[in-house]
């Protein structure tokens, strides 16, 4: 064993001396803190959408003006929510003050989209009271001392006036087409305005056009005198919705009157709704209540599911990487003079597993720096969220199925390249290893959702899977009997591939030319 420990110690020195260690530990921190950063920048930099509306109805021209401002004043509240909570006021022990478990999981975000769609007059009355000028008095005191300056969302959607060539009288073709070149980018639409981001052309009798129940359906597209939606960008189709729903809202507004349905009385039934709280059964009496921790827990696995794979497959590779290159330069003769072929596998194994947990660590460590820095003044939310994760018993469970799926999974990659004699030959037996080990990727997100069904509870019972999936399952307290019987199964599987691994290792390792056919390979284990 002493000989097998200087192969780990030499293997982890050669490694972590590698250019491809230290920017495996600093790049993954360094893509997190800048998907961060640039998915804000990205939001904060999305121009204001220039869109032209022209309404020959006359009918919803002022509705859908009204129903835009209307989503700024949205926009508005959510910023003023982000405000007030990174820069509230907060004791000298507001760290010991805020608990993760007493936080409703609720978004507060789509609880004020809820809540305007609910009550739009609540928009109209903010406006009245003074807006976010008002609102910002109110909230003042709450505010530290050193709080910066609120600064308002820029506008998303700007209606302009059409362009003077364009004649918003004339048919509804005819518009479209001069219209156009100024969607298309070739013509300006104005001063600091550039392209048209969308056009909005309302027919003179869309009230005849109404599709009521009893009408036979239409197929979409085939009335081109319906309202008329022109954009180049089809992947944002915000400014579309919006200005259908406001339509749509007027219409069955007016529809209610036609018919002589008191429209205000309507309003009122259909804003009414009945409370929900969602209660966690597995909780103490009294704090039922699912948390913000009760989510951290819930989806903390995709995680360690996702930092798993990487882990597993960026140390594995590395193994059959080494492994090749000692081979092919003939280094690996060497070794075999000083210490055995069981003694060098053993020693590969522990070093690369050891080179993995620093860079596990090291990973884990910064995402926790990275998330304490971007929180700012509520950089205790980070440290309370590794806290629950402590707590939760996933840290332990993450410990050992890294353990058994890289002893696995590196005793296939070690087989592999003990050989082959080049990357290239290895690449060829890679892929049957890389089309298994997708599978998990791509059932990360779905199996939280059905942690006990078919699917989850048959792909935990493949030693290759599990992992994977009984790591993603972990939040759902799976029943004792796959717990226990996938680790035992994965536990004697991962016995099983080593003892495999060290017969095609101890022959495969001195062995050149082309890597040996299937028969071959079983000759040499049954030897």
Not at 22 to 33: A, E, Q
Request: proline share 6%; glycine share 8%.
């Amino acid at each position: 064993m002493r000989a097998a420990l200087l192969v780990a110690m030499r293997e982890y020195a050669e490694n972590a001396k590698t250019k491809g260690f230290w920017i495996g530990i600093f790049l993954l921190p360094v893509i997190f803190g800048l998907s961060i950063t640039i998915q804000t920048k990205l939001d904060e930099s999305t121009p204001t959408r220039h869109f032209v509306l022209v309404d020959q109805s006359g009918e919803f021209e002022a509705v859908i003006d009204a129903g835009l401002d209307r989503l700024h004043q949205r926009d508005i509240l959510k910023e003023l929510s982000k405000y007030v909570r990174a820069n509230a006021e907060r004791g000298a022990e507001g760290a010991e003050q805020v608990d993760l478990e007493d936080i409703p999981a609720v978004n507060v975000d789509e609880m004020i989209d809820e809540f305007s769609a609910s009550n739009p007059g609540a928009l109209d009355m903010f406006v009245e009271q003074g807006g976010i000028e008002a609102a910002l008095r109110r909230v003042g005191p709450a505010l530290r001392e050193d709080a910066p300056e609120f600064e308002d969302p820029r506008r998303r959607f700007t209606r302009i006036d059409a362009p003077q060539d364009v004649d918003v009288t004339a048919d509804l073709d005819t518009l479209a087409e001069q219209l156009k070149p100024y969607l298309r980018g070739k013509r300006d639409a104005g001063e600091g305005v550039g392209s048209l981001f969308a056009a909005i052309l309302i027919p003179s009798d869309i009230e005849e056009r109404l599709i009521r129940p009893g009408a036979p359906p239409r197929v979409p597209g085939a009335d081109r005198q319906a309202i008329q939606y022109w954009a180049i960008n089809l992947a944002d189709d915000s400014l579309e919705d919006e200005v259908l729903a406001v339509v749509n809202e007027e219409v069955r507004r007016r529809e209610y009157l036609r018919v002589g349905v008191d429209a205000e009385a309507v309003s009122i039934v259909q804003r009414t709704r009945a409370p929900l709280v969602s209660l966690n059964p597995k909780k103490e009496v009294g704090r039922e209540e699912v948390s913000l921790a009760d989510q951290i827990r819930q989806w903390a696995p995709v995680g360690f599911v996702y930092l798993l794979w990487i882990g597993i497959f960026t140390i594995s590779q590395m193994l059959l990487n080494n492994t090749i290159e000692e081979k092919s330069n003939r280094i690996i003769e060497v070794l075999l003079s000083s210490v055995t072929a069981r003694e060098l596998m053993l020693g590969k194994l522990a070093g690369i597993a050891a080179i993995g947990l620093t860079m596990l660590t090291a990973w884990i460590g910064s995402g926790v720096a990275v998330l304490a820095y971007k929180a700012g003044p509520q950089a205790d939310w980070a440290t309370q969220a590794l806290g629950v994760l402590q707590t939760s018993g996933l840290l332990p469970k993450f410990a050992i199925y890294f353990l058994l799926g890289y002893l696995m999974y590196s005793g296939i990659f070690l087989a592999i390249g003990s050989l082959c004699t080049t990357l290239k030959e290895a690449q060829n037996l890679m892929g049957p290893v890389m089309l298994i080990m997708i599978v998990p990727l791509f059932t990360m997100m779905f199996i939280p959702k059905n942690p006990n069904g078919t699917l989850a509870t048959v792909l935990s019972w493949i030693p290759l899977y599990t992992p994977f999936v009984m790591m993603n399952r972990a939040a759902a307290d799976p029943p004792m009997f796959d717990v226990v019987g996938t680790l035992i199964l994965l536990l004697a599987t991962t016995l099983l591939v080593l003892w495999l691994s060290g017969k095609i290792f101890r022959v495969g390792i001195l062995r050149t030319g082309q890597p040996p056919k299937l028969v071959e390979l079983l000759r040499w284990i049954r030897a």
